[in-house]
C-alpha cells in the first residue's frame, strides 16, 4: 500500500472509531508490502430517514440531515493473495488467488484495514 492510500484508509478507520487490532490468533505481521489502490470520496451530507412518502418503519423517521467526513475506500474488492499476505491465511470456501476473499468477520476486516 503506498504511503498516500495507507494515510487514508488509516484516517478513515479513525475517524469512525476501529482503533487498534485485537490480538488474534490468524493475525501475522506482513512479510511484504501489499498495494491496494484507494479512491477518494468526498464528503458531503444528504438527508436520512423516511420522508413519508413511502410505507416505511416508524423508526425511519423524522428525517434528519447526516453529514460525511472525506474519506478513501478500495477501488477493488479485496483479493484473497492481498488478504492471505497481510493477515497468514484465506478464509475462503473456494480458494482462488484473484478472486475476492470472501467468509471475513467484521472484526478480520478492520484487522487487515488497519
Known amino acids: 500500500m503506498n504511503k498516500t492510500a495507507f494515510i487514508l484508509a488509516a484516517s478513515l478507520f479513525s475517524a469512525y472509531g476501529a482503533g487498534p487490532a485485537?490480538?488474534?490468533e490468524h493475525v501475522h505481521p506482513p512479510s511484504s508490502a501489499v498495494?491496494?489502490?484507494m479512491v477518494a470520496v468526498?464528503?458531503?451530507?444528504?438527508?436520512?430517514?423516511?420522508?413519508?412518502?413511502?410505507?416505511?418503519?416508524s423508526n425511519e423517521r423524522p428525517t434528519h440531515e447526516v453529514e460525511v467526513a472525506p474519506f478513501a475506500i478500495?477501488?477493488?474488492?479485496?483479493?484473497?493473495?492481498?488478504?492471505e499476505a497481510v493477515m497468514g491465511y484465506n478464509p475462503s470456501f473456494d480458494p482462488a488467488s484473484e478472486r475476492p476473499v470472501e467468509q471475513v468477520s467484521w472484526y478480520d476486516a478492520v484487522r487487515f484495514c488497519n
Open 74 to 83: 478500495g477501488a477493488f474488492e479485496v483479493t484473497q493473495a492481498q488478504f
Open 22 to 24: 485485537y490480538p488474534y
Open 35 to 37: 498495494y491496494i489502490p
Open 42 to 57: 468526498p464528503g458531503g451530507a444528504f438527508v436520512m430517514g423516511n420522508t413519508g412518502a413511502a410505507e416505511g418503519e
